[in-house]
Each structure stands twice: as structure tokens, then as C-alpha cells.
């Protein structure tokens, strides 16, 4: 069964621009979840979608937002770009929504803000 | 606010030692608690998922233990490998509120040849 997919794998984009980032999760999974990783910051949740719907939120601005399509399949925005943006970011997938389901990673999307 | 600390941050040790990772958190309110490998640059590996009313689990040479009321856990590594080699992340799921993963800074493990 393939693993969590993410593309691209590598963006380079300036400040005030904006950026699109997918995720496929594994098939018959229904809920992803994002994460940004920084070396200072580490880990943090973005946000989780689970059958289309946002179920939970984390604390970023209202630049950073997200969608699920009903494959499952998610999409992440940032507009605005700024310098601080610039991270690892990784998207998770989850048979069930968030509790008891063990999550998936994929390999994440490096950005870059110039 | 739940918090998740692991100690240490770095680690390194010669192959075949056998070793402990440290995980602790503040809340023991939590459905469960993983272990993740993360190596350079990459995304993160699940390696063990402990449900709150379990003790441990084990997955070949790993064990991972979980005492939910003193919020401790311990990843046991058996006869380490230079492959082992990588950051290795606690995180658990908290209840209620976003139901969120909170994870911890990682400790990074060097098995040295």
C-alpha cells in the first residue's frame, strides 16, 4: 500500500508571494492533518481535516489555510509569504479523525521564502 | 497546556549498547503517545503507538513503555545499529480541545561503528 505522498517535494518562493502544497494520504484514510517543522519552533500542528471538513485549527494566521477534497486528497495555502514561513512541512493521514488512530507521515514539502 | 520534554537532546553511542530515550509530559490526559524516527531531512518514520491504557509495546529491537500517571515514557533500543543513527520524536495526543499530536524537540542518536 503506498505510504502518504506529498508534492512538491522542494518550493523556492519569495516574500508576498503565495504557495499551494498537496498531500495524497493513504488510501481508505480519511483524515490529514498538517504540521510545520522549524529548528526553533519544532513541530506544530496546523491543522486537521477529516471528510472534508476542518476539525480542528492550531495557531497560525489567517495566511495559513487549508482544504480536503472528497478523495481525501488536501491542499494547503499560505498566502502573503513571509521570511518566517520558510519550514518543513509535513502532512499526516489517519484512518479515523484524531483519538485513537495511529498517523502516517510524508517525506514533507521544503519551503523556502526568499 | 500540554508539554512534552526529551532528554537528552543528543546522544551518541558505540553499536551494540544497548540504550534508553526519555519522554515526559505534563498532562496525563491523552488518548495515546508515538514514537517517530525522523532522519535528516526527511519525514517522520512511526515506529510505536501506545494507547493510554496500555503499558508497552514492542516492534523487534524497540520497546516502548508508558506510565500515563507520572507522564513518563522510555523507547528501549537493543543492540544499537549505525543505522539506528537519527532523531528520534516523542508526541502525544492529547483530549480534548484540537486532539492535536504535541511533540517534543527529539533527541538525536549517533551509533558510531
Known amino acids: 500500500k503506498a505510504g502518504v505522498t506529498q508534492t512538491p517535494r522542494y518550493l523556492i518562493k519569495t516574500r508576498g508571494q503565495q504557495v499551494t502544497l498537496s498531500c495524497s494520504p493513504i488510501?481508505?484514510?480519511?483524515?490529514v492533518s498538517w504540521y510545520q517543522q522549524t529548528p526553533g519552533q519544532g513541530l506544530q500542528f496546523l491543522f486537521e481535516y477529516f471528510s472534508e471538513t476542518q476539525r480542528n485549527k492550531g495557531n497560525f494566521p489567517g495566511r495559513f489555510s487549508g482544504r480536503q477534497f472528497s478523495n481525501s486528497r488536501s491542499e494547503m495555502n499560505v498566502s502573503t509569504l513571509e521570511l518566517g514561513d520558510s519550514a518543513l512541512y509535513l502532512c499526516a493521514s489517519s484512518l479515523k479523525a484524531a483519538g485513537l488512530a495511529e498517523q502516517f507521515f510524508g517525506p514533507g514539502t521544503r519551503l523556502t521564502v526568499l | 497546556k500540554q508539554e512534552v520534554t526529551q532528554i537528552p537532546a543528543a546522544l551518541s553511542v558505540p553499536e551494540g549498547e544497548n540504550l534508553v530515550l526519555n519522554c515526559s509530559f505534563t498532562?496525563?490526559?491523552?488518548?495515546?503517545l508515538q514514537w517517530f524516527r525522523q532522519d535528516p531531512g526527511k519525514g517522520l518514520t512511526s515506529l510505536l503507538l501506545i494507547q493510554s491504557s496500555q503499558r508497552e509495546q514492542t516492534s523487534g529491537r524497540l520497546n516502548a513503555s508508558l506510565d500515563k500517571s507520572s507522564g513518563r515514557s522510555t523507547l528501549y533500543i537493543a543492540a544499537s545499529q549505525p543505522g539506528d543513527s537519527a532523531t528520534y520524536l516523542c508526541?502525544?495526543?492529547?483530549?480534548?480541545?484540537?486532539?492535536?499530536?504535541?511533540f517534543g524537540k527529539g533527541t538525536k542518536l549517533t551509533v558510531n561503528p
Open positions: 508526541a502525544v495526543r492529547a483530549q480534548g480541545g484540537s486532539e492535536k499530536l504535541v
Open positions: 488510501s481508505g484514510h480519511r483524515s
Open positions: 498532562d496525563s490526559a491523552i488518548y495515546n
